[in-house]
């Protein structure tokens, strides 16, 4: 049985990938993982064929989550963006995020609407602003294992030490895990580590071809980093491969050539529990 998130935290480092709906997250959840990261990013890309640039919604990602939630047990990151708002309706998100089962709401201080976070042209709301959103986090959810992570993009806009001062106020303010984006070298890496890392979980974001030197989980975690998250590259091996499927069958008008690199109907079957869920049904047959 997967220990609640908290519970790994106080033990030591999670390794949590991108997922961004129920299917996803179950093979995450086969292949052994631990916790769960459930991008916002990855929501836009699939679910609206859109970038990172704050199109996504509450209510989307809400739906998302509680579908994922309902079909593994896994431990869920799941990002919250700006809250989708002010402090009232960060209230609104945490009470929302925290009923669809999220183990841990990830909040940033980007203006809205936000982008991606390796994306140029941020901006960032006032540290105060920020720091209320984060108390009327803490005082909606209702539940402690309901774990606030502060995420600040102020680095990109106002330089390491800045980033680094909002971190620590975010921690005052009641967060209960630091995620500072978008470290640019292995100093800002290591002088980040070197202030939080014996305090408070520190997150890591793993972004292929993004502004973070992409680097191992055991790496991170020797750096002093306690979760590690891929966030998108799920969406992007998926992408990869459709563009080589899809390409296939258009080519040959059949799907053979591509057969050993697919699952087939029982396989695919296998993976999301059919057997298992039809001899369940055969309880309540008449």
């Known amino acids: 049985m997967t220990q609640p998130l908290k519970a790994q935290l106080a033990a ?15 093979i995450a959840e086969q292949a052994g993982f631990d916790a769960l990261y ?3 990013a990855s929501i836009a890309y699939t679910r609206l064929g859109r970038s990172d640039i ?26 919250a963006d700006t809250g989708f708002g002010n402090a009232l309706n960060t209230q609104r998100t945490v009470r929302g995020f925290e009923r669809a089962g999220a183990a841990m709401i990830q ?9 991606c976070g390796h994306l140029d042209g941020k901006t960032v709301i006032p540290a105060s602003e920020m720091c209320g959103k984060l108390r009327a986090a803490v005082d909606a959810r209702t539940s402690a294992s309901t774990l606030i992570l502060a995420r600040t993009d102020a680095l990109a806009v106002e330089g390491l030490d800045a980033a680094l001062d909002r971190a620590e106020s975010y921690l005052e303010a ?8 978008a470290l640019r070298t292995p100093e800002q890496m290591q002088a980040a580590c070197a202030r939080f890392a014996a305090r408070v ?7 292929e071809g993004g502004k973070t030197p992409v680097q191992g989980a055991d790496a991170l975690t020797a750096l002093g980093f306690r ?17 080589g499927y899809y390409g296939s069958l258009h080519r040959h008008g059949t799907t053979l050539p591509w057969k ?14 059919t057997p298992a869920l039809l001899e369940r049904g055969k309880r309540y047959e008449g």
Do not use: C, W
Not at 227 to 243: D, K, S
Not at 260 to 273: H, K, P, T, Y
């Open 201 to 207: 979980p520190l997150l890591a974001n793993m972004v």
């Open 107 to 115: 909040l940033e201080d980007q203006t809205f609407p936000k982008r």
């Open 174 to 181: 009641g967060a209960d895990a630091l995620f500072i984006e």
């Open 260 to 273: 050993e690199r697919m699952l087939d109907f029982d396989g695919l079957n296998v993976v999301i529990g």
């Open 38 to 40: 459930l991008s916002g």
């Open 12 to 26: 030591g480092a999670v390794l949590a990938p991108g997922v961004y709906d129920p299917l996803s997250a179950l």
């Open 227 to 243: 979760i590690v998250i891929f966030p998108g590259g799920t969406a992007r091996a998926v992408a990869h491969a459709l563009q």
């Open 54 to 79: 704050g199109l996504t919604t509450y209510s989307e990602v809400e739906d998302t989550l509680a579908r994922i939630t309902e079909r593994v047990v896994t431990p869920v990151i799941v990002d």
